[in-house]
């Protein structure tokens, strides 16, 4: 399924702007930048689990402290070099430190939802431990044989018992958070504002060959509330159309029998080039 809508003369704010313009993953040595960006791969791109990342940056910080040791003159008291010194300290001890550079779960609400009716329930903190807890059980209101009834299905499983994770969870991201990094970065801005101004110009003789989603006609000629031209007549604001796209899939190989399924809920701006989309 795929529906194609916009976000009316949305003026995005710039209050995660310093963050994403100051991460400190950019103060790093290139040698720590390569050694977070291999963990980061083996994990998300590989598959590997969290132990054999461990190991994996384990092994490179031991060969990185091999090769250094390799270059130090015979009469040098330290161990290391001050430079050297530096560079090992910003090397990642465990895959979970080399993510927390990315900052990759700051914008992700984990939400535990009902194995049962599907429905979501949000996250609570402990003041005191800081944990995130959930519902122990389903709260929404069913329809069953004998009326409306609460649902009442189990939510959680405690791990280690105390430690709570959703039977079945919805990870949802701030659409928010995700259009300030983009528009951060002013090339993205400009090739946001360009498809919308390019179509404006080519309003009375479009052409022959529509090159993106905005030589269509339903946009082109779209009104809004104000009577303009909605989709590209935005004049300072950015008038972004985002494609939304449902599927769910088997995690496993395709071979194996389809007893799970993950769905996945994306969305991607068409005003960018087809290349950059997603």
């Known amino acids: 399924m795929r529906i194609i809508f916009y976000l009316s003369k949305i003026q995005v704010t710039r209050y995660f702007e310093a963050k994403m313009l100051h991460s400190s993953i950019t103060c790093l040595d ?21 132990k054999s990342c461990n190991f994996i940056l384990s092994v490179v910080s031991m060969l990185i402290c091999m090769s250094m040791a390799l270059t130090l003159p015979d009469s040098t008291e330290e161990r290391y070099l001050v430079g050297q010194a530096a560079i090992l300290q910003q090397l990642p ?12 779960d700051s914008s992700a609400t984990v939400y535990a939802a009902c194995p049962s009716c599907n429905f979501t329930h949000n996250t609570m903190h402990d003041c005191v431990t800081t944990n995130i807890i959930y519902p122990k059980f389903c709260t929404n209101t069913v329809l069953t044989a004998a009326g409306w009834n ?13 430690v709570q994770h959703p039977m079945k969870s919805f990870v949802s ?106």
């Open 30 to 50: 290139t040698i720590a930048q390569v050694t977070l960006l291999l963990g980061a791969v083996a994990h998300f791109v590989i598959g590997l689990s969290g």
């Open 93 to 104: 001890s465990s895959i979970h430190q080399a993510l927390s550079y990315f900052d990759l």
């Open 150 to 162: 609460p649902c009442n299905m189990g939510l959680v499983e405690e791990h280690q018992g105390s």
């Open 173 to 278: 991201i701030l659409l928010q958070n995700y259009l300030s990094q983009l528009l951060t970065y002013a090339e993205a801005e400009h090739l946001c504002k360009k498809a919308c101004d390019d179509a404006f110009r080519n309003l009375e003789f479009p052409p022959t060959k529509p090159r993106n989603i905005f030589d269509s006609l339903f946009l082109r000629t779209f009104k809004g509330s104000g009577q303009n031209w909605l989709f590209i007549d935005g004049g300072d604001a950015i008038q972004l159309v985002l494609s939304m796209h449902v599927n769910f899939f088997n995690p496993n190989t395709s071979y194996c029998a389809a007893t799970e399924s993950i769905g996945v809920i994306t969305l991607a701006v068409m005003n960018l080039p087809k290349d950059l989309q997603y």
